[in-house]
């Protein structure tokens, strides 16, 4: 287990949220190994996970060897959910990261001494899963009543995408993404989508797939990546193709390093990630500029304004 940290300068990139939307530039689309244009990649996406939907669990569990719900645990524990929020699950799916945030907001509720007044607070909890495909997202809906929780009021389904969301600006505390992110077509704009909507201060977490590094590792990872899962996929789920492109989409997505610079490019502050299994998974944590900096800073841009008006007047 490893954590690092990026850090980057201060300066102008302290106050992203100004900065044109025209900067973006569209990450190469790639659909596996194969180039695709942008249009077709959400559809052949689309395609995979309308397939492998109703097992897709069941592989989560099988590939990693159960290892998967561990790393949602430290994503959970690392986002360090708390009563009252409003949180964004982005690429939520089957709502396996949604149930943990419910499950760790639970049992902070059953510790508590003031019942009444935390009970206030969950109410006003809302925990959103937005998923593009919707196949996924009633394979979500079912498992969440069979957990009891299709009546929670805190726990809300959206169908959307992670590239246009449909909320407010500054109105989240906390966006999470969990093997997800490298399915989009441009990276860049999930992460803008991600800090425009997060309130100052918010968090930023992203579990991926992501490389390993160590050699002979490496080489039995890889064995394993393009020789047994896809054959498992073709037993299990009947789709060897689908797992085909689960394994070499994670060799297109960016390295630990290069997508910790794209998340802070994007704005967000004290970027870091910690590699899990020698790297085999990242899980990526930042968060917006604080409120506090936030109006320095634009104290500090107003200063400047006038100082260059006073001289333009003279």
């Known amino acids: 287990m490893a954590l690092r940290m990026v850090t980057r300068k201060l300066g102008s990139k302290l106050l992203p949220k100004f900065s044109s939307t025209s900067l973006l530039h569209s990450h190469a689309t790639s659909f596996g190994f194969k180039e695709v244009h942008e249009e077709e990649k959400s559809r052949l996406v689309g395609n995979v996970f309308s397939s492998v939907a109703s097992?897709?669990?069941?592989?989560?569990?099988?590939?990693?060897?159960?290892?998967?719900?561990?790393?949602?645990?430290?994503?959970?524990?690392?986002?360090?959910?708390?009563?009252?929020m409003k949180h964004l699950d982005v690429a939520g799916g089957t709502g396996d990261v949604a149930f943990r945030i419910l499950e760790t907001l639970n049992s902070v509720k059953r510790r508590a001494t003031q019942d009444v007044l935390e009970d206030n607070l969950h109410e006003e909890t809302q925990i959103f899963v937005c998923e593009i495909n919707p196949n996924m997202l009633n394979v979500g809906k079912k498992r969440a009543m069979e957990r009891g929780l299709g009546e929670d009021k805190s726990l809300i389904w959206m169908e959307g995408d992670a590239e246009a969301l449909k909320f407010k600006d500054n109105s989240l505390d906390g966006y999470t993404i969990a093997f997800g992110i490298r399915n989009v077509t441009h990276i860049e704009k999930?992460?803008?989508?991600?800090?425009?909507?997060?309130?100052?201060?918010?968090?930023?977490?992203?579990?991926?797939?992501?490389?390993?590094?160590?050699?002979?590792?490496?080489?039995?990872?890889?064995?394993?990546?393009?020789?047994?899962?896809?054959?498992?996929?073709?037993?299990?789920?009947?789709?060897?193709?689908?797992?085909?492109?689960?394994?070499?989409?994670?060799?297109?997505?960016?390295?630990?390093?290069?997508?910790?610079?794209?998340?802070?490019a994007a704005g967000f502050q004290k970027v870091e990630y910690e590699n899990l299994v020698g790297g085999v998974v990242a899980i990526h944590s930042s968060k917006t500029v604080d409120k506090e900096c936030f109006d320095f800073c634009m104290a500090l841009q107003n200063l400047k304004m006038l100082f260059i008006n006073a001289v333009a007047k003279k």
């Open 55 to 84: 097992s897709y669990d069941l592989m989560n569990d099988i590939m990693s060897v159960g290892l998967h719900r561990l790393w949602k645990d430290r994503l959970v524990s690392k986002l360090n959910p708390f009563p009252g």
């Open 190 to 264: 999930v992460l803008a989508e991600a800090y425009k909507v997060l309130k100052r201060g918010g968090r930023f977490l992203c579990l991926e797939l992501s490389h390993v590094e160590v050699p002979v590792f490496k080489e039995l990872y890889d064995y394993y990546s393009f020789s047994v899962i896809p054959a498992v996929g073709e037993l299990v789920a009947g789709d060897r193709n689908s797992y085909q492109y689960l394994v070499e989409s994670i060799r297109r997505f960016p390295s630990q390093e290069t997508f910790a610079s794209m998340i802070a």
